[in-house]
C-alpha cells in the first residue's frame, strides 16, 4: 500500500503511529486539497493521493470510541504540509 502522498512525509515508515489514518482526495474538494498543499508538495503519480492524517488538525475529525472520520467538509492543513520529516 502506497504511504502519503505528500512529498517528505515520512509517517508511513513510522512503525508505531496508533491513531494515524489515511484519506484520499475526495472528488467534490480535490481542487481546494491542492491549493492548500501545493501540486509541488505532493506525489500525484499514483492515480489515488492519499493524506495521512498528520496533515489536518484535530478539528477535522469525527471521532467515536473506536472510529476515526474525517468530516465531509475537512480540509488540509496548510501549516501541516511540509513540517513533518
Ligand atoms: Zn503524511
Not at 502522498?5 to 480535490?30: E, F, W
Amino acid at each position: 500500500m502506497p504511504g502519503c502522498s505528500i512529498l517528505g512525509c515520512r509517517a508511513y515508515k513510522r512503525t508505531h503511529l496508533p491513531n494515524l489514518t489515511m484519506h484520499r482526495l475526495p472528488k467534490k474538494d480535490r481542487q481546494k486539497w491542492l491549493d492548500i498543499i501545493g501540486v509541488e508538495n505532493i506525489n500525484l503519480q499514483f492515480k489515488e493521493p492519499r493524506i495521512c492524517s498528520l496533515h489536518f488538525d484535530d478539528k477535522s475529525f469525527n471521532r467515536t470510541l473506536d472510529v476515526i472520520r474525517l468530516r465531509d467538509e475537512a480540509l488540509p492543513s496548510s501549516d501541516l504540509i511540509i513540517t513533518i520529516m
